[in-house]
């Protein structure tokens, strides 16, 4: 809700301070990507589905991120969750950001994406 409140908010901030000094604003706001927004049935369905599949190990949180992400779009039409696979290899030193040029994923995430979603579909089944 607040990324829907965000550029009313920022005008009338913008205004009020402008308005102090008798100066005038002009303000052109640019919306990026609504937040993510995860549909805690989708999360509660994909986190058992992920500890059936390879433990309650398996599953750790992350802290919330401000990054923008593509997928919100889709989440604005149909209930979803986004969940991040670890791209990493365990006991990596030298860490690569997603969005960096140099960012080499680890391989073997590709199979712990296809064995999350298909223990979700299974999971679901049951449900």
């Known amino acids: ?3 829907r409140q965000a550029p ?3 005008v009338a ?3 009020e301070i402008a308005n102090l000094y008798r100066a005038k604003s002009e303000i052109n706001y ?3 990507v609504p937040p993510v927004v995860n549909e805690p049935g989708v999360t509660e369905l994909l986190r058992d ?3 059936a599949r390879r433990g309650v190990d398996s599953v750790v949180g992350t802290e919330q991120s401000l ?3 593509d997928f919100s779009w889709y989440l604005e039409h149909v209930p979803g969750a986004m969940a991040r696979l670890g791209v990493r290899t365990p006991g990596e030193r030298h860490v690569r950001d997603l969005h960096q040029g140099d960012f080499d ?3 073997s995430s590709i199979t712990v994406g296809v064995e999350l979603f298909t223990a979700a579909a299974l999971v679901n089944g049951l449900r």
Do not use: F, K, L
């Open 8 to 10: 009313d908010a920022v």
């Open 67 to 69: 990054g923008g992400e």
């Open 105 to 107: 994923v680890d391989e």
């Open 1 to 3: 809700e607040a990324w």
């Open 30 to 32: 640019v919306r990026g």
């Open 49 to 51: 589905a992920m500890i």
């Open 13 to 15: 901030a913008i205004d």
